[in-house]
């Protein structure tokens, strides 16, 4: 049986480059979607030389990690004849999508007044730094950046260290699947009512709006939420890392029921009634001692024996290096790792969609190489073989 994919039918345009759009677009494709990425003739998407590994000249893995089904055009969005094949294409477009700089889609003809006199109905969909039409809208901008300015570097590591940003760029993954769900409820009207709008997310309103309850603590009661030893949650506890006698684990005692069957598990049921520890306020208050206590007892056994004695009662899970993640049997289990061919490399193992339809995750094929797909574009929005070579003889394609 097929694995369904609902967006079969549909195509996307989409002017973007590095992480936070193609990794939204890239869930878009693999449901099925038409997703056309328009690079620039020289070069491609930046993203395409970044190493330090790789399968050919300008095409490396960190490529591969975002563009997964997608097809490549090369075109020169700055030029006349350009923008006649980007509105040569947007008729029969549903959505085009980009993540330039803020102020560069208005003046490339990507935003929907550009574009509504050729298709009514076009999706609009801007990721950007900081928005469009605003003070910082020129400014370049990166998820680090945005880390540091949204507060997170300042919620992670140890209390008495410095500011720590997260290990992966999450502001550009979320930001991107932000976006897809923008312009997926967009483009659901743009069906219904047969007119289309602009979509913006940026980097630094997504980061923002990720601070989520300590926001509202913060605004609504002036707490200000700091970091806490060994990566604490901020109120619950037990919630933290504790060292085991050959690695780490993280513990969640977040329900007073887990904090129960952890003090039964370990063997100290004195731990329910003991005052310090017997409500939650109390061991928040006493959170050091209670680290202090549980700390001596999960140092006396290694991590296996504790992950054997309580997972699946409550949440408990190994502190993974990334090897030992992707390492990991339970991910074969679930299908979370799958292969793709590309022409340099047979069988490269890609991660799997996270997403499952029926039961079944989507299927992957490999990023195209720079242009891959220019020809077959243009074919298909009526450019005759002698027209798109002239395209490519100006260096449009």
């Given at each position: 049986m097929s694995v369904k994919q609902p967006l079969k039918g549909f195509r996307v345009l989409s002017a973007e480059q590095y992480g936070a759009g193609p990794?939204?677009?890239?869930?878009?494709?693999?449901?099925?979607?038409?997703?056309?990425?328009?690079?620039?003739?020289?070069?491609?998407?930046?993203?395409?030389?970044?190493?330090?590994?790789w399968l050919?000249?300008?095409?490396?893995?960190?490529f591969q990690s975002f563009n997964l089904n997608k097809r490549s055009l090369t075109l020169d969005l700055r030029t006349d004849e350009g923008q006649k094949v980007l509105h040569d294409l947007a008729k029969d477009a549903h959505v085009v999508a980009n993540n330039l700089r803020g102020d560069v889609p208005d003046k490339i003809g990507l935003n929907y007044d550009a574009l509504k006199a050729v298709n009514s109905a076009i999706v609009c969909a801007h990721i950007?730094?900081?928005?469009?039409?605003?003070?910082?809208?020129?400014?370049?901008?990166?998820?680090?950046?945005?880390q540091a300015e949204a507060g997170f570097c300042a919620l992670t590591g140890d209390p008495d260290g410095p500011p720590v940003r997260?290990?992966?760029?999450?502001?550009?993954?979320?930001?991107?699947?932000?976006?897809?769900?923008?312009?997926?409820?967009?483009?659901?009207?743009?069906?219904?009512?047969?007119?289309?709008?602009?979509?913006?997310v940026d980097l630094l309103s997504a980061a923002v709006h990720q601070t989520s309850y300590p926001a509202l603590w913060y605004m609504n009661e002036e707490d200000v939420t700091g970091r806490a030893p060994y990566g604490a949650h901020p109120s619950a506890t037990p919630s933290q890392m504790f060292k085991a006698a050959d690695g780490w684990m993280f513990v969640m005692a977040q329900l007073p029921k887990f904090w129960t069957i952890l003090c039964e598990r370990i063997?100290?049921?004195?731990?329910?009634?003991?005052?310090?520890?017997?409500?939650?306020?109390?061991?928040?208050?006493?959170?050091?001692?209670?680290?202090?206590?549980?700390?001596?007892?999960?140092?006396?056994?290694?991590?296996?024996?504790?992950?054997?004695?309580?997972?699946?009662?409550m949440p408990i899970a190994p502190v993974y290096g990334l090897d030992q993640a992707?390492?990991?049997?339970?991910?074969?289990?679930?299908?979370?790792?799958?292969?793709?061919?590309?022409?340099?490399?047979?069988?490269?193992?890609?991660?799997?969609?996270?997403?499952?339809?029926?039961?079944e995750r989507?299927?992957?094929?490999?990023?195209?190489?720079?242009?891959?797909?220019?020809?077959?574009?243009?074919?298909?929005?009526?450019?005759?073989?002698?027209?798109?070579?002239?395209?490519?003889?100006?260096?449009?394609?």
């Open positions: 990794y939204g677009t890239m869930f878009l494709a693999q449901m099925g979607a038409d997703v056309i990425k328009i690079e620039p003739p020289k070069g491609g998407d930046t993203a395409r030389h970044v190493g330090p590994h050919r000249e300008q095409e490396s893995l960190y950007s730094a900081y928005g469009r039409g605003n003070e910082r809208s020129k400014w370049p901008g990166y998820d680090y950046l945005m997260f290990g992966l760029s999450m502001v550009d993954f979320m930001t991107g699947t932000m976006a897809a769900v923008g312009l997926l409820a967009a483009l659901l009207d743009s069906q219904r009512s047969g007119e289309g709008c602009d979509v913006d063997g100290h049921e004195e731990l329910i009634t003991d005052p310090r520890f017997d409500t939650p306020a109390n061991r928040l208050t006493n959170r050091s001692a209670l680290s202090d206590l549980l700390g001596e007892v999960f140092a006396a056994q290694p991590v296996a024996y504790w992950l054997e004695l309580l997972q699946g009662l992707l390492d990991s049997p339970w991910l074969k289990t679930i299908g979370m790792r799958d292969t793709v061919s590309h022409p340099d490399r047979a069988d490269m193992s890609v991660l799997s969609s996270p997403i499952k339809l029926n039961g989507l299927p992957n094929r490999a990023g195209p190489l720079l242009g891959a797909d220019s020809d077959a574009v243009l074919a298909e929005a009526g450019y005759d073989p002698d027209a798109i070579a002239d395209l490519r003889a100006k260096g449009i394609v």
